[in-house]
């Protein structure tokens, strides 16, 4: 079901997400209607008061007036408790809902649709939009019946009082129904903007603070404070366009209704002076008139939060309308012998600039090491994150084990791979956690174990609580080699056939490197490994290098054969060599 750009459907979705929970809402609305009787009940006290004071001298009034007050205001109270607190219970339940699924939603989504997505702007969409959904959920929706039926039981008290005074109350309605339309339409255009500019000062914000040593090093904290002025700037205007509308919406309502009381307030002297309107009636009636226009003012204001609550509400199911990944196939695997095969493989990122790998093919068997060697952008990262399905292929198909990736179930695909790259991403969490990632089968021995294969516990010892050290924000207090090889533990932990190494060395000094290499040396035993390498030092190992070029394979061979062939690969060693 769309509900773009139809702010019905947005709010039938809301509510759909609040009708489990409807019983509570009930209650609320109970206190709301208590809230609104006790209005009329008031307005009611007003001509009491006047009938036994001014025409029936009737001492009880003075008692039964002020405990009558008292009493009322008990009642309104407990109205008014009610009719907050389970709507905002209600409204809390949503919005912790709406987050969860949204937040489910994000890791479910396609790699190439995140890729073009502002990480900044879906923050803002979980933290920001679904507050604002709630403000709409509760306040707004509270107010919107209880100021209704306010109005409505007003209405109906002053109806059966006067009802020819009455009408001239009626006579607001359309203008200020009209004026209600007109703000709707323009908070949610608002509205939309505001949270657009939320999502910009999120990314902002998280882009510096990400990149804290790339400021300072290049002393661009003045860049990015005009940067974020800007952003600060255009949410502050889009706010004051808000704060405009619904302050300027108060004082209409206010003159609408003042024309309306003028004229009430002509015919009723008329009428008094005419003998046909009762004290006691012209007290109650204006009581209960005086106490309609905050209602309105009210429900006019409402808009504001609910249009923003709409507009949220949209932005959020927008995304979880995306389609998610595809599950893949019905196939299971428990663990694959791990033969790899590129068959006439074509690829192209969705609204890239064409073709980046055109008609690969190539084999891997079982327990093989195969190179992947290429100039930067030759296409060797694509090709990698085509085995565990970050993308799908565009022509052709990956193999494994004799199957197409497609027909396995996406679980069990990536149950077989591991992946250790040059950007090793770390947790805010301790050091065992990080390499036991989402490993809950596993045990402290075993765990302990790949810790140490991986030379891990060297520099965990040190540490008065081992693995069990925090890191410090995605682990900025370890060196490159130690990050690495904690990345090397987590993939010694998972154990799986297939291995793929993109650049896992690249970002390392030297001595840290020959280091990695006999931790990566380990883990590739026994295992069908796609190394990635621009350093050729790493490769000439391998079983059998591939080399890449503008996504297509150029040679095929081992070390040896490829520089006896006086190609790209030979090329490419010469320029490392003599550098
Ligand atoms: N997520 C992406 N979206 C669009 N284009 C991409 C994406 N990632 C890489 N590319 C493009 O694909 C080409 C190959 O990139 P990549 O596979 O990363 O090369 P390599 O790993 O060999 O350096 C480059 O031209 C790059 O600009
Ligand atoms: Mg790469």
Redesign the pocket.
Known sequence: MSTRGNPWAVYRRLLSYARPHLGVYLLGVLGMMLYAATEAGLAGLVKFFARGTFLKHDPTVLWLIPVAVVGLFLLRGLGDFTSNYFPGWVGRRVIKQLRQEVFSHYLRLPTSFL?GQQSGHLLSKLTYNTEMVSAAATNASVSLIRDSLSVIVLLVYLFYLNWRLAFFCIAAAPPIGWLMQVANRSFRRYSTRIQNSMGDITRVAKEAIDAHRLIKIFNAEEHQSERFERVNEANRASNMKLVFASALSNPVVQLITSFALAGVLYVSERQVFAHRLPIDVFFGFFAAAMMVPPHLRRLVNISGPLQQGIAAGESVFEILDQAPENRGGGLPIERARGEIEFRNVCFD?AG?KGP?LQDLSFRVQAGETVAIV?R???????LASLLPRFYDVSGGAVLLDGHDVREYRLEDLRAQVSLVSQEVVLFNDTIRNNIAFNAAGKTDAEILEAARAANVIEFVAQQPLGLASPLADRGQNLSGGQRQRISIARALLKDSPVLILDEATAALDNESERRVQQELALLMRGRTTLVIAHRLSTVENADRIIVLDRGRIVETGTHQQLLAADGLYAALHGMQFNA
């Open positions: 890729d990122y890239g980046v290429g930067s952008g030759s296409g060797k990262t694509t």
